[in-house]
């Protein structure tokens, strides 16, 4: 996935070789994603996935341990917790939640849709992307569970904000998974939306 844009929480610029690192992760992903989508998961390679990229194979390895780590891994975890910590702490966690992760959502469908599709529907057919999408959750979830428990005051290990924080990816999780086994039809900012909903209300009463 592209780099993100300086947010609201203000990130400092990068410098040369940071620069140079993501544009070499792009390089990687760009290449496997298009492997991906021209053979398939299962016929690419990391042989070929550096061919494309221009790098060699332990490049590859350096950057992503496992080829199901050039599909989930991104820099969107650190980019959203620093953006849930510089929310007014008075602002309810459904609203801040909402706002962080619609903002992440604007930018990943401007400027990469396509890849965005591509990895939910992995995340659903291939089940070695789909374990690997739990892991990436569980790191994301413990990085979330530390910026509520700034904003709240609670024991970041404590079983509420553990079961809270799990629960959101969890819940993240499976509107990826919905959004890819209905074709991409709906608007994944609204599937956000409701899963939310739920997480704040409960299940719906009667049949819907």
Not at 17 to 26: L, S
Not at 70 to 89: C, F, K, Q, S
Not at 109 to 120: F, G, M, N, W
Request: hydrophobic content about 40%; overall charge negative.
């Amino acid at each position: 996935m592209t780099a993100p844009r300086t947010t609201a929480a203000g990130r400092p610029p990068l410098g040369l070789r940071e620069r140079k690192k993501i544009k070499t992760r792009q390089a990687i992903r760009t290449a496997a994603y298009a492997l991906i989508e021209e053979q398939g998961y299962d016929a690419t390679t990391i042989e070929q996935i550096a061919d494309r990229a221009e790098v060699s194979p332990s490049t590859v390895f350096r950057y992503f341990p496992a080829k199901e780590d050039i599909v989930v891994t991104d820099e969107w975890g650190p980019v959203m917790t620093a953006e849930l910590r510089a929310r007014p702490t008075d602002e309810s966690w459904a609203d801040t939640l909402r706002y962080v992760l619609r903002t992440a959502l604007d930018l990943g469908l401007a400027e990469e849709p396509a890849v965005i599709r591509l990895r939910t529907r992995l995340g659903v057919e291939v089940p070695a992307v789909r374990a690997r999408m739990l892991e990436n959750a569980a790191a994301t979830g413990r990085l979330l569970r530390d910026a509520l428990a700034e904003r709240s005051g609670l024991d970041p290990d404590s079983l509420e904000l553990r079961v809270f924080s799990m629960s959101v990816m969890g819940g993240l999780m499976e509107v990826g998974h919905y959004w890819a086994e209905t074709g991409h039809h709906d608007d994944i900012r609204d599937l956000v939306d409701r899963a939310l909903h739920v997480l704040e209300h409960g299940l719906p009463t009667g049949k819907h």
